[in-house]
Every structure is written in structure tokens, then in C-alpha cells.
């Protein structure tokens, strides 16, 4: 049994770096839809319907920060921008408008492989409706308010608990300091970074076998956390 390739739509004005990114994507088995601007990339996305977009943003039409609000006004599908711009600004404005990644242009073929994949997981999970969240040893059981680490049940206050719930709904998704802020402590809150520090290390302290050197939560330096896949 063959199994569907999942297609790649990439939107990207200049034809080496899209003729190197269909090469690297095809020999990793995926389909891929190339398209030269904005506009036509928008509506490939309606049409089309691929499983990820990587969209790069200086392109000859529209700003491709207007392509991702046109999507995510009817869809959810991952969007990772690659891009040359790198500063913090227009990486936290990406990623507010709805991307999930944001990868900075020269690029290493392996991460932005790396990237699709954890995001295509990502997408994935979301769709099982699952009770429960898991990431490697740790085990969220949304009905019954649990987490276990390993199998055994850990404790842990309900601010932190709806923190470790929202990186382990978002896993492999780079998250800017005012969106957690927002999401899990509201919209009064989006200034409060010493808030998100405090209980991002006391979740550190809980789940991480070494603390100091985080592999779940990992910082973004500039621009929020992101947890990765154990
Ligand atoms: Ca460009």
C-alpha cells in the first residue's frame, strides 16, 4: 500500500531558492506546488489544500504577512515562513498573524526538515481530538486534571498546570512571550513577562531532567519558547 504524500505548497518569489527547496522536499518523499507570488499563493492554498505552507514574506505582490492573515481566515494549516528578514519585530509579527514557525533565510535544508516534520506531527495530533497530551514521559490527562511524569502522578498548581497544557497543545510551535501571555493569562497581561519567567522555570523544575539545560521548553531568544517533541 502506497501511502498519500503530503504536499508542500512553497511561495517564493526567487526561482533558485525555490528549485532548492523542491529538491530537498521531493527527496524527503513530499509533493510539492511552487508558486511565484502572493496573491496566486493564496489562492493555491484554498484550491490545493497542502498539508504545510512555507512562505517566504518579501514577495513582488503582497507582503507574504498578508498571505498568512488571508489563510488563517478559513484555515489551520501549518504556515513556516522562511525568510531573510531576521529581525525580532518582523519574526514576533509572523508569528502573531498566524504562522506557526519562522525560519531565517540562509537556511540548513536538515532544520527546515526538521521544522516541516514537527509541525505536519503537530497538525496531526490536533486533528485526534485526544483526551490526553502527551510528550515524551509526560502524560496530561485533560478530563481527569492529571499529569503523570514517567507514570507517576506530579503535582502542580493550577497556573502551571494550564501553562504546561497550552506549550503541550502548541508542541513544536514557536510561541512569542504576549501570545502565552494572552492565552493563558489574559489580555491584561501581555506585558507581564516577569510572570511567564517565574512559572516557566518552576515548570522547568517539574519536567525537565536537567533544568539548567532545558530540552522540552527551550527559549527563543528575543521572541518566546517553544516546546519541542521529545
Ligand atoms: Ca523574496
Known sequence: MTKKKN???VIEDELPIRKVLSISLESADYKVVECDNGREGARLAASIKPELILLDLGLPDIDGKEVIASVREWSQVPIIVCSVRNTDEEIIHA???GADDYVVKPFNPDVLLARIHTNLRKAATQEAG???LTNGNIRMDLVRHEVFL?????TFTPKE??????????RGKMLTHKQ?????????HTDDMQYLRVYV???REKIEPIPTQPRFIITEPGIGYRMEFA
Open 7 to 9: 504536499t508542500i505548497l
Open 161 to 170: 498546570y494550564e501553562l504546561l497544557r497550552y506549550f503541550l497543545i502548541h
Open 201 to 203: 522555570r518552576q515548570l
Open 95 to 97: 508569528l502573531s498573524a
Open 150 to 154: 514517567g507514570g507517576a502522578k506530579a
Open 180 to 188: 502565552i501571555l494572552k492565552d493563558v493569562w489574559g489580555n491584561a
Open 130 to 132: 485526544d483526551p490526553e
